[in-house]
T-cell receptor, first 113, second 110 residues
Framework: DSGVTQTPKHLITATGQRVTLRCSPR?????VYWYQQSLDQGLQFLIQ???????AKGNILERFSAQQFPDLHSELNLSSLELGDSALYFC????????????FGPGTRLTVT | GENVEQHPSTLSVQEGDSAVIKCTYS??????FPWYKQELGKRPQLIID?????GEKKDQRIAVTLNKTAKHFSLHITETQPEDSAVYFC?????????FGTGTRLQVFP
């Protein structure tokens, strides 16, 4: 157990819908990262927050957005869902910025039907 | 752009043999190189990492080597066991994010 929690574990929804994925970082970690992993694919970096502020952006679609709250938990919002958005979404956290070791949560498996 | 190449994509070894996975990176300013192990349906787990001020790091049966001049780093697993079977990802710290390799599926046969 890495200490990073994610909810829900599984999510099944229809095309065009909107979902919110939640992540709580390890105690003391200020940075949260979101990754997308499609079937048999690598880890695609989406976005990073550090202490409430957006720090870095990867290949995140405009239909996706995220935020980090004062208690440091983060939410990833996915809207106008398409079949291709079906994937595992991981959250990771680290103490500092990108120089710190990242520890991953258990992931949320999103299935869009 | 920033890129990490990882080879091989699949690797099969007999239990007790060694396994080596190699990665090359493009950003010469990269200074942090972690390795993650991911079992089927599970989260990636950090197993070892190395920073650019050292050339080699060991942790029991796992070692990582770094050649900054050639911009490549490798994961070495000795005395492999069936529980080492998983997908292994290398990564390099880019300008502001970790860049991951495409993964190596390691199978250890008893």
């Amino acid at each position: 157990d890495s200490g990073v929690t994610q909810t829900p574990k599984h999510l099944i929804t229809a095309t065009g819908q909107r979902v919110t994925l939640r992540c709580s970082p390890r105690s003391g970690d200020l940075s949260v990262y979101w990754y997308q992993q499609s079937l048999d694919q690598g880890l695609q970096f989406l976005i990073q927050y550090y202490n409430g502020e957006e720090r870095a952006k990867g290949n995140i679609l405009e239909r996706f957005s995220a935020q980090q709250f004062p208690d440091l938990h983060s939410e990833l919002n996915l809207s106008s869902l398409e079949l291709g958005d079906s994937a595992l979404y991981f959250c990771a956290s680290s103490v500092a910025g990108t120089l710190g070791e990242q520890y991953f949560g258990p992931g949320t498996r999103l299935t869009v039907t | 752009g920033e890129n990490v190449e990882q080879h091989p994509s699949t690797l099969s070894v007999q239990e007790g043999d060694s396994a080596v996975i190699k990665c090359t990176y493009s950003d010469s300013a990269s200074n942090y190189f972690p390795w993650y192990k991911q079992e089927l349906g599970k989260r990636p787990q950090l197993i070892i990492d190395i920073r650019s001020n050292v050339g080699e790091k060991k942790d029991q049966r796992i070692a990582v080597t770094l050649n900054k001049t050639a911009k490549h780093f490798s994961l070495h697993i000795t005395e492999t066991q069936p529980e080492d079977s998983a997908v292994y990802f290398c990564a390099a710290l880019g300008t502001d994010k970790l860049i991951f390799g495409t993964g190596t599926r390691l199978q250890v046969f008893p």
